[in-house]
């Protein structure tokens, strides 16, 4: 019998497939298609203090084996989330879920966070450093290993759930920046975001979101994805969820031998609704042919190749 | 909505560049004129949105314009070959508010979604004018289709190869009408705005993610808050549209 169970932070999950955040709504719009019972958890879509509406559109764009988004962190705001998207969910899943929280200063970060401790359905909280579509805010703090750890103290400090801060792909050393978080408190470590892309239209010669760049994410990200997953869980001592590209029970597996200790899965689940459902059914087949045992034994198990 | 297996009946071309496509499969989901569909297409990351033209049985009616990657692999397909669809996506046509002789208005490949609705008004008893608006002769569709229907039809083309020489608008006035529905480029929806002087519904396309109100990809303002085009739209009430925060 294939066990998938695995931990996060101290949280038992049944299996390591979450959906990532800013892919699955609020993840009641999901159980239009399936039971999600059976996730391993959800994270939520990004949450503000205050409502926003994000970037005009378009917003998305086409690209080999892959999308660009400019979304913006659309989201109702930390109250309405609390009040009214919460108890939708808590009618159709059951376990601990992610908030992702995200910010323009120090002070959004501290007031989302603090606003989401008394939620008991929130099991971690998700702290984005690293949107790539907004000014001003967002990414700059995952871009500097200062300013990832002053986010990453204040959310600390504002919450008892446990802390995982969301990194940035777009940066020099993802490694400092992770080693940052963890010597400021942070429990855990959740990468990549997207990449930042664009796509120009030949016919208007216009970029084609309206934010002139957005957010690569797909397939097409998911080898950089097991680069910094790897490099970053053999650098700190704390559980990294690997995301990037993931679309198979195959992917995860290989997400988890980087070092991941859960997974998340993004753009797969806006081609086909059910991704998620359909990995977490596979992967029992999937061990079973690489004779895996237990998930919870192959966190970390690749095996590098020594320098010559 | 629904994901499920479609098998291709049909696939052949229409007029110019438009192509038709019948397909056979579970069409439960799909419960008003002016919802779409979200096609799987081997090679391309993001589906593909087609409003449906009609539906009958399980029996799916799809017209399309082949204007890039996506819908060149369709126009390639065969009969027999397989699809993906997630179908019964969007809010649709509401017909309630009708009326007696409701106007249909569709310029080029915002045509399709106008059948079903037509073929339902008809079936209401109502007495249906539809305006067709295309650039030239070569690309005007579906002409005797909405006439089989019992439809009044007037086309217009730019450049007065076929029908009333100009733009939809030329055709609208003077006529009676209780209410109007369209779909067509944004620039003849704009114009049908400020022409029609009754209520009505616009149907808009935008450039979608998932299609069906996960992703905040098509999101839009409006009079009554922000809608997902997927979801909430495709169709808007003319009260409700805000066009100066469109692009």
Redesign the interface.
Known sequence: MADTRVTLCGIGLDNPVIPAS????FGY??A??YDIECLGSIAL?GTTPEPR??N????????????I?A?GL?NPGVRRVIEQELPKLARCYHKPVIANISGFSIEDYEKTAAAFDGAAQVGWLEVNISCPNVHGGGMSFGTSPEQAAAVTRAVRAATKKPVIVKLSPNVTDIVAIARACEAAGADGLALINTLLGMRIDLKTRRP?V?NNMGGLS??AVLPVALRMVYQVSHAVGIPVVGMGGVTTAEDVIEMMLAGATAVEVG?A??????ACRDIINDLPRVMETYRIDALGDIIKGVKPWEKT | ?K?GVFEIVENKKEAGTVWKMRLVGDTSAITAPGQFVNI?IDG????RPLSVCDVEGGELTLLYKVVGKGTAAMAAMRTGEKLDL?TGLGNGYDTAPAGENPLLIGGGVGVPPLYLLCRRLIAAGKQVTVILGFNTRDEVFYEQAFSALGARVLVTTVDGSYGQKGFVTDALAGLAYSYFYTCGPEPMLKAVYRAATTGGQFSFE?????G??????????TVTG?KRICREGPVLKKEEILWQ?R?
């Not at chain 1, 005009?56 to 999308?67: H, L, Q, V």
């Not at chain 2, 935008?206 to 998932?210: D, F, I, T, W």
């Not at chain 2, 069906?212 to 303002?221: K, P, Q, W």
């Open positions: 800013g892919t699955f709504g719009e999901f239009e298609w879509k509406f994000g005009e559109p378009p917003r998305i764009a086409e690209t080999p084996a892959g999308m988004n979304v659309q084609v309206r797909g397939p753009a689940n806006l081609i086909n609704p059910c | 909505m994901q799987r391309q990351f993001l589906r997630l935008e450039r979608m993610g998932c069906f109100g996960a992703c905040m990809g098509c999101s839009c303002r922000y925060t692009a």
